[in-house]
């Protein structure tokens, strides 16, 4: 057992909303495929008080992965953070160490790249990639797919000072920030990630065809009605194939289970599992 107890050991996820979330699934199946006992809820917190609500929950238990909209917040709240967690500014995993302080890890990133990779056969060293926008979902994978070799990555944002920041904080030729209005001028990628909020909120996404070959991946980062919009879009337009985030969703919990438990489960019986869930 975890951190040398017989009881089993407590997680959660907050988020706010967090009813609709898979994470208790996945730990619930990751623990049973590696004979670990693990207890793991989903919490509501709003933001006004999320951080009495972690403090309370991690007093007694190992950690909390965390999803919007708190993810900067855990950053805040943690005592000390990962290298990925401070780049993006951003944290979704929360670990309460032996001597009680709060440890914060950004696992987003790394498990988008696994999932593009292994799972959907989309190679990105020396590729083209496109990202539509520059808040948290974005800051959380642009480093991660910059360090996988991507060639050009080109941040578009409704808001123009919001991408160049992120261009700028990225801090290299490869990345570079473009007006949205521009997006019909910029011609074709390999991928296209969208990262902006509209799909969960239900706001309409217009994007000109012209930014889709027939090699191109179009990747959604949220999975289920939200990513709907975006993924008619890709395949109208002729992508090659139009990808959810569930499987980023599946690879980040997966990294979050390595970190509290030490073994990294396999990801593939489980994302089968929770595809034929959402089907």
């Given at each position: ?103 914060a890890h950004n696992t987003d990133g790394a498990g988008l790249v696994r999932d593009l990779v292994e799972r959907q056969q989309c190679a990105l060293q020396g590729r083209r990639v496109l990202l539509l926008g520059a808040g948290g979902a ?89 990513a709907q919009s975006f993924l008619r879009w890709a395949r109208e337009a002729g992508a090659r194939a139009a990808c959810d985030g569930l499987g980023m969703l599946v690879e980040q919990a997966a990294d979050a289970f390595a970190l509290w ?19």
């Open positions: 057992m975890p951190h040398g107890t017989a009881l089993p050991a407590r997680y959660a996820v907050f988020g706010h909303p967090i009813a609709h979330s898979l994470s208790p699934t996945i730990h619930r199946l990751f623990g049973e495929q590696c004979g670990i006992a693990l207890e793991y809820v989903a919490i509501d917190a709003v933001p006004e008080s999320f951080a009495d609500a972690v403090h309370r929950f991690l007093a007694a238990a190992h950690g909390a992965n965390v999803t919007l909209p708190h993810k900067a917040a855990a950053f805040a709240l943690a005592d000390e953070r990962s290298a990925a967690a401070t780049r993006a500014g951003s944290a979704n995993v929360l670990t309460r160490r032996a001597d009680g302080r709060l440890a974005a800051r959380g994978v642009a480093w991660d797919l910059l360090d996988a070799g991507v060639e050009e990555l080109t941040i578009a944002n409704r808001t123009a000072d919001t991408a160049a920041a992120l261009a700028g904080a990225l801090g290299v030729t490869r990345a570079r920030a473009r007006y949205w209005q521009d997006l019909a001028e910029l011609g074709s990628f390999d991928l296209v990630v969208h990262a902006t909020s509209a799909g969960v909120l239900g706001q309409p996404l217009q994007l000109p065809g012209t930014l889709v070959n027939p090699q191109t991946v179009g990747y959604d980062l949220s999975y289920g009605g939200g438990h030490g073994p990294r489960p396999l990801t593939d019986p489980v994302y089968a599992t929770m595809r034929a869930a959402l089907a």
